[in-house]
């Protein structure tokens, strides 16, 4: 066999393009042949076949026609977040500009850990993250592979700033990626204050931060992961500041909410936070990964500098060459920046916030369906685009299994939350394309899965 083709330098792009066909085939027959939000059959059949279309993950002799199989398999056997009656998660269905952005991000490989791997993919980085960083008021934003890592890096900058005993306040309904955090940097456990109505209550914060020891770093989210709630912020900011306490908003899903000059309002009192953790993967329509953190204080990310001779030797530094290591705590590290770049610059301000205006209306739109149906009960209005429902008499128990019936129907992908004591269906709605009738398609379809 001869030496395979590299995707970039002068031979990449002939290289890629009749391969980018065979991709682009197989994405389509893929699709066709699972006809649907994701496959049929549940977990055993779907990964019986992606057994049989692997065959030998090692053979001995390598088979030209792999790429074109394992792709058909992986989209045939795939949830497809672009299909309307996909509405489970904050999993957003990518724009197709990022994503032919991000092709080119993997052919020059470019890695940003250090300026001689990333000569122009660091200035650009440079130049989005203090971008999007003025949106909420921050000087700087560090790039993170979600709200994950942007919420473990924001407790990591507070304890560095006030020490390890810094405790986390935050509601019952923030992301657990935050307690986790805490775990994670051997804080002590934290102080979880009750959010009876889905956000969390700014009485009880103003207890808990009268009678806590100091230091308390306290955590607010803006767009609850089972309700889309924004927590009261600007109250959150005011009590924050009386006890001379730090902020982190966790606006990994409402964060997209800048970009509507309808919506943006709703996230007054973000620009108060000492740090804000955003997510373009959801509500900004990126493949994975695309996170940020922003940073108020950019004293704050000293934390995070580091030397290793190899990559940032002080010498280097000093005659010129920009330090990327003190950027993130990874080392190489993917230029997700790009397709951010490419998406902002294409749709513009405009662009995106019709995106953004159009996913919370999908999202009355639906609440209207559910609200006039009989069968059905409603949560609550929707803050973002996630509407919480159930039909109306039925266990929590008849919940889960109509929710896992449309899975392995491969009908529909819908999510589930406990809110009020109860389980309710999530359907979180962040595909620009739904029209009215895949909304009353996605309903009548629980209503037909049923059981009386
Ligand atoms: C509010 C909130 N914060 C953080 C996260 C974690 O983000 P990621 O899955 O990108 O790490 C999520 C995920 O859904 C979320 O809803």
């Given at each position: 066999?001869?030496?395979?083709?590299?995707?970039?330098?002068?031979?990449?792009?002939?290289?890629?393009?009749?391969?980018?066909?065979?991709?682009?085939?197989?994405?389509?027959?893929g699709t066709r042949?699972?006809?649907?939000?994701?496959?049929?059959?549940?977990?055993?059949?779907?990964?019986?076949?992606?057994?049989?279309?692997?065959?030998?993950?090692?053979p001995d002799n390598g088979d030209p026609d792999a790429l074109r199989t394992l792709v058909h398999a992986l989209t045939a056997g795939s949830t497809d977040p672009a299909d309307p009656l996909c509405a489970a998660h904050l999993h957003c269905p990518p724009l197709a500009v990022a994503t032919a952005a991000d092709l080119a991000a993997s052919a020059l490989n470019p890695s940003l850990d250090s300026w001689d791997q990333a000569p122009?993919?660091?200035?650009?980085?440079?130049?989005?993250?203090?971008?999007?960083?003025?949106?909420?008021?921050?000087?700087?934003?560090?790039?993170?592979?979600?709200?994950?890592?942007?919420?473990?890096?924001?407790?990591l900058l507070a304890r560095e700033t006030h020490g390890a005993a810094l405790r986390l306040v935050c509601?019952?309904?923030?992301?657990?990626?935050?307690?986790?955090?805490?775990?994670?940097?051997?804080?002590?456990?934290?102080?979880?204050?009750?959010?009876?109505?889905?956000?969390?209550?700014?009485?009880?914060?103003?207890?808990?931060?009268?009678?806590?020891?100091?230091p308390l770093l306290v955590a607010a989210t803006a767009g609850t992961t089972d309700a889309g709630l924004i927590d009261p912020l600007p109250d959150i900011a005011t009590l924050c500041q009386a006890h001379g306490t730090r902020l982190h908003i966790d606006a990994a899903y409402g964060a997209g909410l800048l970009f509507s000059n309808r919506h943006r309002t709703q996230l007054t009192g973000l620009e108060a936070a000492d740090t804000v953790t955003l997510d373009l993967h959801k509500l900004g329509w990126q493949p994975i990964a695309a996170g940020l953190l922003t940073v108020k204080n950019p004293h704050d990310l000293t934390a995070l500098h580091h030397h290793a001779d190899y990559l940032n030797a002080d010498d280097d530094t000093q005659a010129g060459l920009p330090d990327l290591l003190g950027r993130s705590l990874r080392t190489t590290r993917r230029p997700d920046i790009l397709k951010i770049a490419v998406t902002l610059k294409t749709l513009g301000r405009t662009g995106l916030?019709?995106?953004?205006?159009?996913?919370?209306?999908?999202?009355?739109?639906?609440?209207?369906?559910?609200?006039?149906?009989?069968g059905f009960e409603l949560h609550d209005r929707p803050t973002l685009s996630t509407v919480l429902f159930r039909p109306t008499?039925?266990?929590?128990?008849?919940?889960?299994?109509?929710?896992?019936?449309?899975?392995?129907?491969?009908?529909?992908?819908?999510?589930?939350?406990?809110?009020?004591?109860?389980?309710?269906?999530?359907?979180?709605?962040?595909?620009?394309?739904?029209?009215?009738?895949?909304?009353?398609?996605?309903?009548?379809?629980?209503?037909?899965?049923?059981?009386?």
């Open positions: 066999m001869s030496t395979p083709p590299l995707a970039s330098g002068p031979e990449g792009p002939h290289a890629l393009r009749p391969l980018l066909d065979t991709v682009l085939d197989a994405l389509r027959d042949t699972r006809g649907g939000p994701l496959p049929a059959g549940g977990p055993d059949t779907i990964a019986a076949h992606m057994r049989d279309a692997v065959g030998d993950v090692l122009a993919a660091s200035e650009l980085e440079t130049l989005v993250t203090r971008a999007l960083a003025r949106e909420v008021g921050a000087p700087e934003a560090v790039v993170t592979t979600g709200g994950t890592e942007s919420n473990h890096l924001a407790l509601g019952t309904n923030a992301h657990h990626s935050l307690p986790r955090a805490a775990w994670l940097l051997g804080l002590p456990d934290p102080v979880l204050v009750p959010a009876p109505a889905g956000t969390l209550d700014p009485a009880a914060l103003d207890e808990a931060l009268t009678t806590l020891p100091r916030g019709a995106l953004v205006d159009q996913v919370c209306d999908h999202a009355h739109t639906f609440a209207a369906l559910v609200h006039d149906h009989p008499h039925a266990t929590d128990a008849t919940v889960a299994a109509v929710r896992r019936k449309l899975l392995t129907d491969g009908r529909a992908v819908l999510g589930r939350a406990h809110l009020d004591g109860r389980l309710w269906l999530k359907a979180t709605l962040l595909n620009p394309h739904t029209r009215p009738d895949d909304l009353a398609a996605l309903l009548k379809l629980v209503e037909g899965n049923t059981p009386r």
